[in-house]
C-alpha cells in the first residue's frame, strides 16, 4: 500500500484525541462560528507540520535539551492556564447567523491554534516517537517518510474540520447556560492540562 495511503488511514487514530485543541476547537466552533474555527485549526495544523519537520530532518537534538523543554513546558502551562482562566471568566455568548462575529480575528484564532498546540511539549514527543515507530516498522526511504505523514496530516486536519463542522451544525441546540458549562469545562480542563505539564516538568527536569 502506498505510504500516503497508510498514512490517511494512521490518521484516524487521533480521531478521538482530546487535548487542549480539542476542546478549544470545539468552544470556538460553537461560540463564533465555523470560519473561525477552521483558522483555529490551521493553527493547529501548521504547529504538526513544524514539528513533523524538524524530526523528519533530525533536528530534534536542537529541542530536546533539559533547559528548552522546561521553559517551554512553563511558558506552554502558563498560556494554558492564562487561556483556562479566561475562559472561566468569559461571560456567555451565542451567535446567530445573522450576528456579526468580532470578538476576535481570523489571524487571531489562527494564531491561538499554533500556541495550544505547538506550546505543548508532548507534541513534539508525540511526533519523535511516530517518526521513530514508522521508521522501524515501514522501513521506509525519507520520501516515503513524508508521503505517510503527509497523509497522516491531511487525516488529522481534516478530521479537525469536521468536528468543527458538527459543533457548528449542532449549536441550535445550545443555550447560554450549556455554553456557560462548556467554558468552564474547557477551563478546567485547560488547568489540569498546564498542572500536568508542570508535574512532568519537575519530575523529569528539575
Known amino acids: 500500500m502506498p505510504p500516503i495511503i497508510n498514512g490517511l488511514i494512521f490518521g484516524l487514530i487521533f480521531l478521538f484525541a482530546l487535548g487542549p485543541a480539542f476542546f478549544a476547537l470545539i468552544q470556538t466552533s460553537i461560540q463564533q462560528g465555523l470560519k473561525k474555527a477552521i483558522f483555529l485549526a490551521v493553527g493547529i495544523s501548521i504547529s504538526d507540520v513544524f514539528y513533523v519537520v524538524i524530526v523528519l530532518l533530525g533536528m530534534t537534538k536542537a529541542l530536546e535539551t533539559d533547559d528548552f523543554k522546561f521553559w517551554m513546558g512553563i511558558f506552554g502551562a502558563g498560556m494554558l492556564s492564562v487561556y483556562g482562566f479566561y475562559s472561566w471568566f468569559k461571560t456567555p455568548k451565542i451567535h446567530t447567523e445573522n450576528t456579526v462575529m ?3 480575528s481570523n489571524a487571531k484564532q489562527f494564531a491561538k491554534g499554533l500556541f495550544l498546540n505547538g ?3 508532548f507534541i513534539i ?3 519523535a516517537t511516530w517518526v521513530s515507530a514508522i ?7 525519507f520520501n516515503e517518510q513524508i508521503q505517510f505523514f503527509g497523509g ?3 487525516t488529522i486536519f ?4 469536521g468536528k468543527a463542522f458538527v459543533a457548528h451544525r449542532l449549536k441550535h441546540l445550545v443555550t447560554v447556560k450549556f455554553v456557560r458549562g462548556m467554558n468552564r469545562t474547557v477551563a478546567v480542563i485547560l488547568i489540569l492540562f ?3 505539564i508542570i508535574y512532568f516538568l519537575l519530575t523529569n527536569y528539575a
Do not use: H
Not at 521508521?135 to 526511504?141: G, H, V
Open 102 to 104: 468580532d470578538e476576535s
Open 135 to 141: 521508521a522501524i516498522n515501514f522501513e521506509y526511504q
Open 119 to 121: 506550546l505543548n511539549p
Open 125 to 127: 514527543v508525540s511526533w
Open 152 to 154: 497522516m496530516l491531511i
Open 158 to 161: 481534516t478530521m479537525d474540520v
Open 194 to 196: 498546564s498542572l500536568q
